[in-house]
């Protein structure tokens, strides 16, 4: 069965304020939403992991060239269009099945528990290539 992460990004959505600014009760109604889909789907077989991140304002970038030492810098930046805010990796039949766990993902209540319709990337996840021998 193929893998398939769903993607989480810190963008913006219209209409909704970012989660740090909801008030306790929709945060909670929030997580716990995000914990009973993955609880259905470690039911049904197809849950792998899923995480949510810290914020992207405790984000590090780290680039190194391989000499000397890595050049570490704090995040996030303006010019930095998406920052991961949470992602699901899931083992289903197909991709239309990842694409439906990724609707439901993305109707996930917000402030005053409405869908917040927050965008899903759905995204194979390719297995390493294996050398020739």
């Known amino acids: 069965m ?5 993607l989480q990004n810190y963008t913006p959505i219209e209409g909704v304020e970012p989660i740090s600014s909801w008030a306790p ?17 470690v039911a049904s077989g197809e849950f ?8 992207p304002e405790l984000a590090k970038f780290v680039t ?11 995040g996030p930046f303006p010019e930095a269009k998406e920052l991961l805010a949470g992602y699901r990796i899931v083992d289903v039949e197909s991709e239309a099945r990842a694409v ?10 917000g402030p005053g528990g409405a869908p917040i319709r927050q965008p899903i990337e759905v995204r194979q996840v390719m297995g390493a290539p294996t050398p020739e021998l």
């Open 2 to 6: 193929p893998k398939f992460m769903l």
């Open 25 to 41: 009760e929709d945060i909670n109604a929030h997580v716990a939403f995000q914990l009973a889909l993955n609880n259905e789907l």
């Open 48 to 55: 792998v992991d899923g995480q949510g991140l810290a914020g």
């Open 64 to 74: 190194f060239d391989g000499v000397g030492a890595p050049v570490v810098t704090d």
């Open 100 to 109: 439906e766990i990724a609707a439901k993902t993305s109707a996930a209540p």
